[in-house]
């Protein structure tokens, strides 16, 4: 008998066959390159930023020295900048130039919006139309929506974003103006921080350790930045959702759950924050209450998502890291600026066990049942999340001689793309570097990953096999 195989299968089914008088030809199926998938089209398309990012920062006009920057801080500027995280090698407005200073926000405009957003507007403008797998990629990147109209959608979030980003620029400059009689500066530093805090990249060019420490006392300016933050953590199409809709019944579940889950978050931290704080002499002891609930709220929007604070991390208590580090690990809402496991699988989880507690055998939320295989996904999210944080945090450990808390801090918010740090990064070996860098880009893209490839690959099962109860607890 002749060996079955592939090559065998592959002859018979290109094999013309006789039916009657007409010829009948059966064509394997052919899936798309690997190249051309969603996913890997992002990948190529950050890899491009960050190589070209690289290059220009090396340059010795990016430099304030006018001297070539070093290959590993000139590319982990670039990955920060690229996928809007905020952690620095060097200080942002002492280091590098105007020009770097330009290239740096560049980068973080365009990875903030999301290549395949900016892609789409262009395609739009030149009068092509988007294909598919752009369509496929803007609606994962989005956190859902019409694949028919997601291109319209993504050019409504675009032209909303920039006038966002414009009004905050405006409010800005008064408040910088009122500390700088340099018009010109004030309005640098005013375009550079409000597209920084929208796209939650945690860059500021004020100079010194403490972010923004020196404009505690200034709530036009902070509560701006805030704000900025907290539209680009939550979505735009989330926003324009509940503007439009202006009603909670009917909201689509994917809004509900971000909502309910940014409320449930941001209220465990502000409290919790607020009561480990609040005798500590080097953040909150001995100022008016009031600045401790505006230093509290800045504290728990901008520390996980934007990465802007008016307190210095290395002020902090310990376990103060370790709940910043819970609220940075969740991050954002999906087809946000944001990084972490998102506001909607910690959601998806939240709902999962609280029906697992009530002994219910389905996940339901807002009468609504949540399908398994996204509940599977969302667990699978989460499992690879902590599996890596902790691999990045034993490495780093090894490699760097800092308190494990600082160190597992610095590893969560390069995986959240927040960009707090307690002073470790700076620091950091060429080692500690390049981990930080692959914690980076493994904390923008394993979400995705597991969100448009495994999507790609799953196939509706044959056959299941007997069911068999196992021991819990």
Same mark, same amino acid.
């Given at each position: 008998m002749e060996k079955f195989t592939s090559t065998r299968f592959e002859k018979i089914v290109r094999h013309p066959i006789r039916a009657g008088s007409k010829r009948l030809t059966v064509n394997p199926i052919r899936t798309a390159p690997r190249w051309k998938t969603p996913l890997w089209g992002l990948i190529l398309a950050f890899s491009a930023g960050i190589g070209i990012g690289t290059i220009l920062l090396m340059l010795p006009i990016s430099s304030a020295s006018s001297q070539s920057s070093n290959f590993i801080d000139a590319l982990f500027t670039a990955t920060s900048a690229t996928l809007v995280t905020g952690l620095i090698v060097q200080d942002t407005s002492l280091y590098w130039s105007f020009f770097g200073q330009a290239v740096i926000l560049t980068l973080i405009q365009i990875g903030g919006l999301g290549y395949m957003t900016g892609l789409v507007f262009i395609v739009m403008a030149a009068g092509r139309r988007v294909s598919l797998n752009q369509r496929k990629a803007l609606r994962i990147i989005m956190g859902g929506g019409m694949l028919g109209k997601i291109d319209l959608e993504a050019k409504n979030i675009l032209l909303v974003s920039i006038a966002i980003q414009v009004l905050g620029i405006i409010l800005l400059l008064f408040a910088f103006s009122m500390n700088n009689p340099d018009l010109k500066e004030s309005l640098w530093q005013s375009v550079f921080h409000s597209i920084s805090a929208f796209q939650n990249a945690g860059f500021d060019i004020t100079g010194g350790s403490g972010s923004f420490t020196e404009f505690r006392s200034n709530p036009l300016m902070m509560m701006t930045i805030t704000i900025l933050s907290f539209l680009g953590g939550t979505g735009i199409n989330v926003i324009i959702a509940i503007i439009l809709i202006r009603r909670w019944q009917p909201l689509n579940l994917d809004i509900k759950l971000i909502v309910v889950g940014f409320v449930i978050v941001a209220s465990t931290g502000f409290l919790c924050i607020l009561m480990?704080?609040?005798?500590?002499?080097?953040?909150?002891?001995?100022?008016?209450?009031?600045?401790?609930?505006?230093?509290?709220?800045?504290?728990?929007?901008?520390?996980?998502?934007?990465?802007?604070?008016?307190?210095?991390?290395?002020?902090?208590?310990?376990?103060?890291?370790?709940?910043?580090?819970?609220?940075?690990?969740?991050?954002?809402?999906?087809?946000?600026?944001?990084?972490?496991?998102?506001?909607?699988?910690?959601?998806?989880?939240?709902?999962?066990?609280?029906?697992?507690?009530?002994?219910?055998?389905?996940?339901?939320?807002?009468?609504?049942?949540?399908?398994?295989?996204?509940?599977?996904?969302?667990?699978? #999210? #989460?499992? #690879?999340?902590?599996?890596?944080?902790? #691999?990045?945090?034993?490495? @780093?450990?090894?490699?760097?001689?800092?308190?494990?808390?600082?160190? @597992?801090?610095?590893?969560?918010?390069?995986?959240?793309?927040?960009? @707090?740090?307690t002073g470790v990064t700076p620091d950091l070996s060429i080692m500690g570097k390049i981990i930080t860098i692959l914690s980076m880009v493994m904390g923008r893209l394993a979400p995705v990953y597991i969100a448009l490839e495994l999507v790609r690959r799953e196939n509706a099962p044959l056959y299941r096999f007997p069911q068999e109860d196992v021991r819990i607890g």
């Open positions: 480990a704080e609040w005798n500590n002499p080097l953040t909150l002891k001995g100022v008016s209450l009031s600045q401790k609930l505006l230093d509290t709220f800045y504290l728990s929007i901008g520390a996980r998502t934007s990465g802007i604070t008016s307190i210095p991390m290395s002020n902090l208590k310990d376990y103060s890291l370790f709940l910043l580090s819970g609220l940075m690990f969740i991050g954002g809402a999906a087809g946000s600026m944001t990084g972490g496991i998102k506001l909607g699988v910690f959601s998806i989880i939240y709902f999962s066990i609280w029906s697992s507690l009530k002994g219910g055998s389905r996940t339901l939320a807002f009468k609504r049942e949540i399908p398994d295989i996204q509940v599977r996904r969302s667990f699978a #999210v #989460v499992a #690879v999340s902590v599996l890596y944080i902790i #691999v990045a945090t034993s490495l @780093l450990s090894f490699f760097e001689k800092a308190p494990f808390i600082d160190i @597992l801090f610095e590893t969560v918010s390069a995986f959240g793309l927040v960009g @707090l740090s």
